[in-house]
């Protein structure tokens, strides 16, 4: 066992751990049993950690250290450190805990490196060395954005691909005579193709906007420091760590023109989050849709059939149910319910700093997680392998009286209603043709 202090006292903590004291008062502190930290985000934390490492060693600050840290970033980036980073994603301190979970684990791993045991902190120190320059306020809030655009240039690529699945099915259907409805009831024809170019064209904005959202998170307020001053860290060092950011990442992050902005403000968080929902009620209205018309076998819609997928039922045999887009439906309330958390913490923020940062960054980045995966499940699973019901279509559009806004400029709005209302569709059809005969002669 080794003892690490603290201005609380002191901790026995195991010699083979890669956490410190830090770490390990959160873990007692937020055990709310909820779930961890978002992984791209630590690892995200580890960039801007290993891009400061890079900046330093250039810089001939303590370079045989540096490297080392170097060497520690890389290591946990590949993942077989995942174990250290176990702290709930709700905490307090704006996101301190998590800093210093990363400070740790790379001052320890790095002490390793350089034949030296865990916690010899006079020759790496998880502040002094690993956070030299840096503060919480500028570390988590670069790491968010950094993790936030590469899940959104995922999000942009499986809409992209979403769009295209829809437009084949627009091809595919263009010929497909079938009723439309109006809240729920029998309106005009149109062809199953247009039904689905619609939902392409909604995809479609929604891929628009989160492409061009990444502008937005660009700017970062690394080297801004507490408050956006830069208290502690060095011109060089601030231009230094945003180009080694810029090649390791591949994001053209730049330096925020006012980085007490970015280090007050979330509104950008609430803005992506916008954009999110956005897509989320579009994907909740498409996959509305294919339940009804998919509904059935015998006593719904039954225009399309999706793929059978499992067993629908414990007690009717036979049942199966439209799991994949009720899984859409799903999916897309939460993210709406965490757009609203994300709104509300980035509104709570109080003069230099919001200590509700952590909130912001599970649900935003919960959202992305769960959109990726989602709108990859729906494509994959329903729109691509869905079929139409051509014989269907027809039948539920001849039942109908589609064809009653044909009749309305020859014999006017009031007569056709009447006639339409006092027969079958198809005894009104011969009324209307007769009417619109006699007028002819």
């Known amino acids: 066992m080794r003892t690490e202090s603290d201005i609380l006292g002191s901790m026995q903590i195991s010699e083979s751990d890669l956490r410190g004291i830090n770490t390990l008062r959160a873990l007692e502190n937020f055990s709310l049993h909820y779930k961890k930290t978002n992984k791209s985000l630590i690892y995200a934390i580890v960039k801007v950690k290993r891009a400061a490492a890079v900046t330093y060693k250039k810089m001939g600050i303590r370079p045989d250290i540096y490297e080392a840290l170097i060497q520690a970033c890389d290591k946990v980036l590949s993942g077989k450190y995942d174990q250290y980073f176990s702290l709930e994603s709700l905490q307090g301190g704006a996101g301190t805990s998590t800093n210093m979970n990363a ?5 320890n791993l790095a002490l390793i490196i ?21 503060s919480t306020n500028d570390v988590y809030p670069t790491a968010l954005r950094i993790a936030a655009i590469e899940k959104l240039r995922v999000l942009s690529d499986e809409c992209a691909k979403l769009q295209e699945a829809l437009q084949q099915k627009e ?35 929604d891929r628009w906007r989160i492409y061009k959202i990444e ?43 006012y980085p007490m902005d970015i280090t007050q403000n979330n509104d950008v968080f609430v803005e992506v989050s916008g954009l999110l929902k956005a897509l989320a009620v579009n994907l909740s209205k498409i996959a509305g849709d294919f339940r009804l018309m998919n509904s059935g076998p015998h006593g719904g819609f039954g225009e399309i059939h999706l793929k059978a997928m499992q067993q629908g039922s414990t007690i009717m045999p036979g049942k199966v149910n439209p799991v994949i887009p009720e899984m859409v439906i799903q999916t897309s309330i939460q993210v709406m319910a965490n757009d609203n958390a994300v709104s509300m ?8 700093l919001n200590a509700f940062l952590p909130l912001i960054a599970d649900n935003l980045l919960g959202s992305l997680d769960l959109l990726n995966n989602a709108t990859r499940i729906f494509r994959e699973s329903c729109v691509k392998v869905l079929c139409a019901d051509e014989r269907r279509c027809e039948e539920l559009l001849n039942a109908s009286s589609y064809y009653s806004v044909d009749y309305i400029e020859k014999l006017g709005y009031d007569m056709v209603s009447k006639v339409i209302s006092e027969n079958t569709p198809e005894q009104a059809r011969k009324i209307l043709d007769a009417a619109v005969a006699v007028i002819m002669i």
């Open 103 to 107: 400070n740790e684990v790379l001052a």
């Open 114 to 134: 350089l034949g030296e045991k865990p916690g010899a902190y006079e020759k790496i120190h998880p502040l002094n060395d690993v956070n030299r320059g840096q």
């Open 171 to 205: 091809n595919a259907y263009s010929e497909i005579r079938k009723l439309g409805r109006t809240e729920l009831m029998d309106a005009v024809e149109i062809t199953l193709g247009e039904e689905f170019g619609a939902y392409a064209q909604a995809i479609a904005r």
């Open 215 to 257: 502008e937005r998170l660009r700017q970062v307020n690394i080297g801004g420091t507490a408050v956006g001053l830069s208290d502690t860290a060095s011109r060089k060092y601030r231009f230094g760590i945003i180009e080694e950011l810029r090649k390791s990442t591949g994001i053209g992050l730049a330096s925020a023109e």
């Open 345 to 352: 913490a980035a509104a709570r923020g109080e003069f230099e």
